[in-house]
């Protein structure tokens, strides 16, 4: 039983290998700029937020406690004691920030770039880049809003901020028992990175890319499926997550970060990551349908604009033999995947909506063959 409705214009690729190829270039442009466009301003004013000093950073203070008997009054600065949550030695971070935007955008394009060595499909292919893209950019434009208006206190600012005592001493009776980065002699570029600890951009980043990844294997792989699957492809899926802890843990243990701007981060990067993949493909945990990918909204909306050089093609005398089964109406592409529910029990039905990313190709003259997995 067909799950596509009835045609609205067919075309079959060009003959002309050339042209054909210039043609789906062109027609992929028309469709896909606007999503990289955004992806670029989004990531480019990120990184000017990520280069701003930090905000209101005389609203971060640090407490002194006395460490002196309770029968006692102070009069040395001495006799104060710092937190020890904010004392620990500075070092450097296993993974700077610029290698941690590039492990999470490459390794992961790297495996979806070989899933499509064997069968190419385009807009797959899109739908996994563009995904991935909008998670890592997403959470790390939320990331560095939440560290410039909220932030706070990294374990190692005391060494970083170098506290002036001097003139800490003179003001304790107008401020109280505690300072703030104004009267730090360190590095201000330093300081206000030590200022911006919550929430961690790097396990928010790489949580973000590991579960949009997960979620790409076990729709490719179909690990949690109707079947049991084998445990190396449970284990391929878990990967992605397992080196997001690490790289998390290893903030942890450099002293970069405190436990609540690790989980806080890692929450952020999996909810905008899992939220990423449903933007770009049908479910998320449906396997019937988490693999297939969704047309671009240039393209279900205005479907016309970008089939139009089809009628052109054909108006030069082109031999055309289009199978009605091969065509499809774009409107309600997206509304026909589901089969029902005799078609459901037999087990099989579900494949055929795969071919319905193939017909949509066609109709833009760009091949593509979704890879599929059968359920057994």
């Not at 002309?16 to 480019?44: D, F, K, M, P």
């Not at 802890?245 to 952020?268: E, K, N, P, R, W």
């Amino acid at each position: 039983m067909s799950l596509i409705p009835a045609p609205l214009n067919s075309c079959q690729p060009s003959t002309h290998r050339g042209n054909g190829r210039r043609s789906n270039w062109t027609t992929y442009i028309q469709v896909a700029w606007l999503e990289y466009t955004c992806l670029s301003a989004v990531a480019a004013l990120t990184l000017s937020l990520y280069c701003t000093p930090m905000y209101y950073k005389d609203r971060h203070v640090v407490p002194m406690l006395p460490s002196i008997t309770p029968f006692s009054t102070p009069r040395h600065i001495e006799s104060y004691q710092l937190p020890v949550g904010i004392s620990y030695p500075w070092v450097k971070e296993p993974l700077p920030t610029h290698g941690c935007a590039l492990v999470v955008v490459l390794a992961p394009l790297l495996v979806i770039g070989l899933f499509q060595i064997k069968t190419w499909s385009v807009w797959d292919f899109h739908a996994g880049v563009v995904g991935l893209l909008k998670g890592v950019v997403s959470t790390s434009f939320i990331s560095t809003i939440l560290k410039h208006s909220i932030g706070g206190f990294r374990p190692y600012y005391i060494e970083v901020c170098k506290p002036d005592w001097d003139a800490i001493a003179r003001s304790l009776n107008q401020t109280g028992h505690r300072f703030d980065a104004t009267l730090c002699l360190g590095n201000p570029r330093d300081v206000d990175r030590a200022l911006q600890a919550f929430p961690s951009g790097h396990a928010s980043s790489s949580f973000a890319a590991a579960i949009f990844l997960a979620l790409y294997l076990n729709a490719k792989l179909k690990v949690f499926s109707d079947h049991a699957s084998p445990f190396w492809a449970f284990m391929v899926t878990l990967t992605p997550l397992i080196l997001a802890s690490l790289v998390s843990g290893s903030m942890y243990t450099s002293h970069q970060h405190q436990a609540h701007d690790l989980v806080f981060g890692m929450i952020i990067g999996l909810v905008i990551g899992t939220l990423a993949y449903r933007s770009a493909y049908t479910a998320v945990f449906d396997f019937h349908f988490n693999h297939i990918p969704l047309l671009p909204y240039a393209i279900r909306m205005q479907p016309s604009r970008y089939v139009h050089y089809c009628h052109e093609t054909r108006a030069k005398g082109g031999k055309h033999q289009v199978a009605e089964s091969d065509e499809v109406d774009y409107k309600d592409w997206p509304k026909n995947f589901e089969p029902k529910n005799e078609e459901r029990e037999e087990g099989m039905a579900w494949m055929e909506s795969i071919k319905s990313v193939r017909w949509a190709s066609r109709e833009l003259e760009l091949e593509t063959n979704p890879r599929m997995r059968k359920s057994s």
